[in-house]
Nanobody, 123 residues
Framework: QVQLVESGGELVQAGGSLRLSCAASGRISSYLMGWFRQAPGKEREFVAA????????LYADSVKGRFTISRDNAKNTVYLQMNSLKPEDTAVYYC?????????????????WGQGTQVTVSS
């Protein structure tokens, strides 16, 4: 069983940066980790994923070049560095863990989810 707690979300102006953190209660060194987001009235969408070693990453086209996912297995923590933020990045951001051996973007591939952290980008 893995419990995930996100932090770092806040109100920021367009063009600004934030770093989200996802702290796990158990060891995540063997897990695929992902970030998803959900805006009001919209479905949850994939943002980024990283494999167990950190050697493989995957990004949504909408964030490629602006967001970076990383992990520190020694600290059981995953990060999402978000730069050049836009108002359309406003959403609740969720961290997720899964057992798939490769990076995937579908929610079905993840077994554990955090409660989310709110990111609001003002124009």
């Amino acid at each position: 069983q893995v419990q995930l707690v996100e932090s770092g979300g806040e109100l920021v102006q367009a063009g600004g940066s934030l770093r989200l953190s996802c702290a796990a209660s158990g060891r995540i060194s063997s897990y695929l980790m992902g970030w998803f987001r959900q805006a009001p009235g919209k479905e949850r969408e994939f943002v980024a994923a990283i494999n167990w070693s950190g050697g493989s990453t995957l990004y949504a086209d909408s964030v490629k070049g602006r967001f970076t996912i990383s992990r520190d297995n020694a600290k059981n923590t995953v990060y999402l560095q978000m730069n050049s933020l836009k108002p359309e990045d406003t959403a609740v951001y969720y961290c997720a863990a899964g057992r798939a051996p490769v990076v995937i973007r579908t929610t079905r591939g993840y077994d554990y989810w955090g409660q989310g952290t709110q990111v609001t980008v003002s124009s």
